[in-house]
């Protein structure tokens, strides 16, 4: 399975109900995302900006999609861990690792040589991702891994998909993708803005409305914003 179909099928993944949860009927990520084909998220841009003129915020949104495809790829041995979590439905590898199952870690620790740098979920830190990731960036035989689970729940205490492994794109050293960052902050934005790189960004409430880069850093000064406040 190609990294893109994978994707595809993890962001479509159904990840159950609760009746405390917020979801209502259809308000959770897996369905709404059930309703896109996989080319309405490679159309979806990398990232993108809204301007809230009331307040000067610039909000900006990662595309998870073009985040996890960009890089990553699919070898042997993200084949044989994939094909393990699908077929063994339990998380109950004891390890520092979510959402992996017994089987998966086993065939991982009996075959290779696996070093866990680091246990992650964006939603305990800043973060542009149009959705939740979990996951673990892996050293295996030498080589840059990560299993990722995509949250496709209401509330981000449930809804995560079964956790899948992907080997690290040539070039990154350890990052998922080599040049989308998963977040920038008010000041690293106003820089974008200062030397060109962001135009034309559209209303936060009004996509009929477009401001230009001397309107957005005008707004701002009107504002008194100031970028070490972000």
């Not at 979801?23 to 709404?32: A, E, L, V």
């Not at 993108?48 to 949104?61: A, L, M, P």
């Not at 996509?207 to 406040?229: A, M």
């Amino acid at each position: 399975m190609e990294t893109k179909q994978l994707v595809y099928k993890m962001l479509t993944e159904n990840t159950g109900k609760h009746f405390l949860d917020s979801g209502g009927t259809d308000g959770r990520m897996w369905q709404r995302n059930q309703r896109k084909t996989m080319q309405d998220f490679e159309d979806e841009d990398e990232e993108s900006y809204v301007f809230d003129y009331r307040y000067g915020d610039i909000e900006r949104t990662v595309s998870v999609f073009h985040f996890l495809t960009n890089n990553l790829e699919i070898d042997d041995i993200c084949e044989e861990f994939n094909r393990l979590q699908d077929e063994n439905d339990n998380w109950d590898a004891v390890c520092n690792l979510y959402g992996v199952s017994t089987e998966a870690y086993e065939m991982l620790d009996e075959l290779h040589d696996i070093e866990i740098e680091r246990t992650w979920n964006t939603y305990n830190g800043d973060s542009d991702l149009s959705q939740i990731l979990q996951g673990s960036n892996l050293i295996i035989d030498g080589e840059y891994y990560h299993i990722i689970q995509i949250h496709n729940g209401a509330d981000a205490r449930g809804g995560y998909t079964h956790a899948r492994m992907f080997k690290g794109g040539d070039y990154c050293d350890g990052m998922i993708h080599e040049y989308l960052w998963e977040y920038k902050d008010r000041c690293e934005i106003q820089d974008d803005i200062d030397e060109g790189y962001l135009t034309d960004i559209k209303d936060i409430d009004d996509d009929s409305i477009t401001y230009t880069s001397k309107e957005i850093l005008k707004r701002c000064e009107e504002l008194k914003s100031d970028c070490s406040h972000p």
